[in-house]
């Protein structure tokens, strides 16, 4: 049970806290949310919790020090949470979602052109070339399958990348 003395010699405390520290509390967590409504409510917060603290008999040595505790805690706490924006919101500000498709479908023509082109190149290239782009096996796993070395592939595989880009710009 506490005292009306009590009670009031930790307002005395928490008010002297505010006014000596609430300014750079709110430089600071302005500095880490960069939203002066959010950095408001965070200092406002810091100091509830701390009331609260003080409220359940909860003993403070260094007033500063446990006032930016709480108050990074609660800037951590604002980070995690999950900030979820409905296309509405984009909507009224002006943002129209577009759906052009004809840049992805130049570029599943053009692969496919590619790997026709695969057909054009030596032997030596083709199978390697196959395996890793039409195929989508790692250079590791051409290696095992071919019995080459992990480096012989990956030559190989380069080589006949940059024939297959002169093949490509030639037709």
Known sequence: MTTKKQDELRKVVLTQ?????????N????????NHETSDDLVQDTFMKTWSYLLKGGKIDLM???????LNQLIIDEYRKHKTTSLDVFIE???????DRSESN?????????????????????????????????IKEIALITGQSKNTVAVQAHRGLLKLKLLYKNK
């Open 17 to 25: 806290a505010y006014n000596d520290y609430a300014k750079g509390m």
């Open 27 to 34: 430089s600071y967590a302005f500095f880490k949310s960069s």
């Open 64 to 70: 500063k020090a446990f006032l930016y505790h709480v």
């Open 93 to 99: 500000k002006g943002y129209e979602p577009s759906f």
């Open 106 to 138: 130049v570029n599943v023509f053009d692969g496919k052109v590619a790997i026709l082109l695969i057909e054009a190149l030596p032997i030596k290239y083709r199978r390697v070339m196959k395996m890793r782009y039409a195929q989508g096996l790692s």
